[in-house]
């Protein structure tokens, strides 16, 4: 239907999760400013960024949803984070609380999407390392138990954020691609449904036979 | 004996009469005969007009047929679908305007002023079966709507809602006329082919019984519902619910009165019960009709699509929504309004008590940072923080048709940020402004003070209204992104009058 180019193109949504002071816009920021022009922040500054990617030859296009980290606007948290393909939970490696307030987002991500989505554990503020109160193996051990990973970052120093992106969209795109497989090549995208990930086909479907058991 | 009964003379004279009589009758019977070849004549030749109209319409229902051959099954949607082709390969024998748009978009097809000129065009030919079919889905939807929308309406001191009979008299007027001359250029014979979507090909027998049946069967069961063309009928029926009682809890007859919060404090059990129920069925009413628009859209959008297949590319056929949508939701608006409204006139009510508590409340205390709005009235010159902002909000219930709201709420997010921005300015000369731009954690309280200033209860209808109808495309987009956010900030400022000791905290952090 689509016309124009080759392969095809992932649309994802990723959620920005993290108390107030812990840096996430700091983070999405640099992540958005760094590699390319000015273009990519929107009317909208920091609350909503848009990234076009090339990865492995595969188009991506990134929406990046930053919450309010305030408890006050976490009624509506649900229609935030629905049809999400990735959230990126932040936190502070020198504030404990901020810690616990990931656990428990991750609880209610789990319980509200399965383990579609891909979760990232970010531990910002590497460059304050000397005031870390959330040990490294704490927080792996415990990314690992939720089925997440984790990464470490400095917004300020630009460290580990184009990493973390990058992992994350390989992620959501395996992801992706095991739920089409899972699907079939049938009538895979239903009008109705309304599942974030949009793959739109540009070639005839690709045949289900040959290397396509590839496990993540 | 015998002999005595014929005696010559007497018989000679009723012979005489007996053959007159005789005579008369044969000439009685020769008449009748040829009365009844006339008839013959008359209906023989209305059979070959009949049967080369029937033959028209098979030819046309096989060439649509043959679209859909790659499709296998043929679901009752398909059948309907086919049937709706076909009118549109006849509209087309009788109007030329479509091959020579088609022919334009196909020698400019990148023209994107030559699309909207055609979609434009098309939405005014009334005649048109695109048309034709958008019109009967809107008297569906309206329909279904009137009873319960005329039932009571939630009384608010926000922009008085246009009561349902405005609305009614906006359906009635402009498009009655239009279709009133396209019913009377269409004719009997059109609309036995064009009305009844039931018709299907494979029960393709003598087109007079046909019609005779369709006749039957008008007055009871299609007299609003199917036919787009029976527009007195509806008018009938309009009038009809106009003059019927109001029936079902006398609580929401009285919409006249003041309807408070008390509301919710109503002694008796079963009346609680009663509304619980009522409610309920409401709930369930607004769910079947957001669907009923949705499959109204799909279907709209695609026989667009199969009658001019050069809008078959992505940017056209956004465009070819926007427009049918436009068309679809501008005289609807009001009246779908109503019925979500009632449906949430709890939260309208909670909305409306913290506005009436925080009416002149400072961005700060809702959470604002400092450095996000000057705390010096002076420098704002008579007017208040994100005044833009509130009065873009403040236009949103002018607008008809969900894309334009949408677009609407985009925009008092965009002036927040920019309003933001040059407050923070105000404060920090010298510091370069993108090291720090707003994200959700200062956007929210502000919108949140944006929507109290507002004054305007409905938007917490109308948003739950756009969730219903924003494009998949645009969900996880700045538009679905904006949305929620308004969504959020809403049910925040609906808190607020319950949970004052969040506002106090709220200072603090």
């Known amino acids: 239907m689509a016309s124009g180019g080759s392969g095809k193109t992932y649309s994802f949504k990723v959620v920005l999760l993290g108390e107030g002071c812990v840096g996430k816009t700091s983070l999405v920021l640099r992540y958005c400013e760094n590699k390319f022009n000015d273009k990519h922040i929107t009317t909208l500054q920091a609350s909503f960024l848009t990234k076009k990617l090339n990865i492995t030859g595969k188009r991506v296009n990134l929406a990046i949803w930053d919450t309010a980290g305030q408890e006050r606007f976490h009624a509506l948290g649900p229609i935030y984070y629905r049809d999400s393909n990735g959230a990126i939970l932040v936190y502070d490696i020198t504030d404990e609380d901020s810690f616990q307030k990931v656990k428990n987002w991750v609880k209610e991500l789990r319980k509200m999407l399965g383990n579609e989505i891909c979760l990232c554990i970010v531990g910002n503020k590497i460059d304050l390392d000397k005031d870390r109160h959330v040990s490294v193996e704490e927080a792996e051990s415990y990314a690992e138990s939720v089925g997440a990973k984790h990464y470490h970052t400095s917004a300020k120093l630009n460290k580990g954020i184009e990493e973390l992106f990058l992992d994350l969209c390989k992620r959501m795109m395996e992801t992706a691609q095991a739920e089409e497989r899972l699907k079939g090549n049938g009538a895979s995208q239903s009008a109705s449904s309304r599942r974030g990930v949009q793959i739109v086909d540009d070639e005839p479907q690709a045949t289900p036979a040959g290397g396509c058991c590839s496990s993540g | ?509």
Not at chain 2, 168 to 178: F, K, Q, V
Not at chain 2, 278 to 303: C, F, P, T
Not at chain 2, 359 to 374: A, E, I, M, W, Y
């Open chain 2, 1 to 509: 004996m015998i002999r005595k009964m014929f005696r010559p003379p007497n018989s000679q004279v009723e012979l005489r009469a007996y053959w007159r009589k005789l005579k008369a009758f044969v000439k009685t019977l020769s008449l009748q005969r040829q009365m009844m070849e006339n008839l013959i004549i008359a209906k023989a030749r209305q059979d070959a007009l009949h049967r080369k109209m029937e033959e028209r319409r098979l030819r046309l229902q096989e060439e649509a047929n043959r679209r859909f051959a790659a499709l296998g099954t043929v679901t009752a949607e398909e059948q309907e679908q086919r049937i709706l082709y076909a009118n549109v390969l006849e509209y087309e024998q009788d109007h030329d305007w479509p091959k020579l748009w088609k022919a334009n978009v196909k020698k400019n097809p990148d023209d994107a002023t030559l699309v909207s000129g055609l979609v434009s065009y098309l939405l005014s030919r009334s005649d048109h079966p695109v048309m034709k079919l958008l019109r009967k889905h809107q008297y569906q939807v309206y329909n279904r709507l009137y009873p319960i929308v005329n039932k009571g309406l939630p009384q608010s001191p926000a922009p008085p809602l246009r009561p349902s009979r405005s609305s009614h008299n906006l359906l009635h007027s402009g498009r009655t006329e239009a279709l009133r001359k396209s019913t009377r250029v269409g004719g009997v014979g059109d609309q036995s082919f064009s009305s009844n979507p039931s018709l299907s090909p494979s029960l393709s027998r003598d087109l007079n019984t046909n019609c005779e049946e369709e006749e039957g069967e008008e007055p009871c069961t299609q007299v609003t519902v199917d036919r787009e063309n029976s527009f007195e009928d509806l008018e009938q029926f309009l009038t009809q619910l106009d003059w019927a009682p109001p029936h079902g809890n006398p609580d929401d007859t009285g919409s006249d009165s003041d309807i408070t919060l008390d509301l919710s404090l109503q002694p008796e059990v079963d009346d609680a019960h009663i509304q619980e129920l009522e409610m309920r069925a409401l709930k369930e009413h607004l769910k079947a009709i957001v669907k009923d628009i949705h499959n109204a859209i799909d279907q709209l959008l695609s026989l667009c699509l199969l009658s001019f297949e050069c809008l078959n590319t992505a940017s056209s056929k956004d465009l070819c929504v926007a427009s049918i949508e436009e068309a679809f939701f501008t005289p609807l608006w009001s009246p779908l309004l109503a019925l979500f409204r009632k449906v949430h006139r709890e939260r309208e009510l909670a909305f409306e008590t913290s506005m009436k508590l925080y009416r002149n409340t400072s961005p700060g205390d809702v959470g604002v940072p400092l450095k996000l709005f000057p705390q010096d009235p002076g420098m704002l010159q008579g007017s208040y923080p994100y005044e833009s902002a509130v009065q873009e909000l403040k236009l949103l219930c002018k607008h008809c048709c969900p894309q334009r709201k949408l677009e609407c709420i985009v925009r008092t997010l965009r002036l927040i940020c920019a309003c933001a921005e040059d407050y923070r300015c105000l404060h920090e000369v010298d510091s370069p402004p993108r090291t720090a731009a707003i994200g959700a954690d200062d956007l929210l309280p502000i919108l949140s003070f944006v929507a109290l200033r507002c004054e305007c209860p409905q938007l917490v209808s109308e948003c739950a209204a756009l969730e219903e109808f924003i494009h998949e495309g645009y969900l996880i987009g700045e538009e679905g992104y904006c949305l929620t956010s308004m969504q959020s900030a809403l049910a925040y400022v609906e808190s607020l009058h319950t949970a004052g000791a969040h506002l106090r905290t709220a200072k603090l952090t």
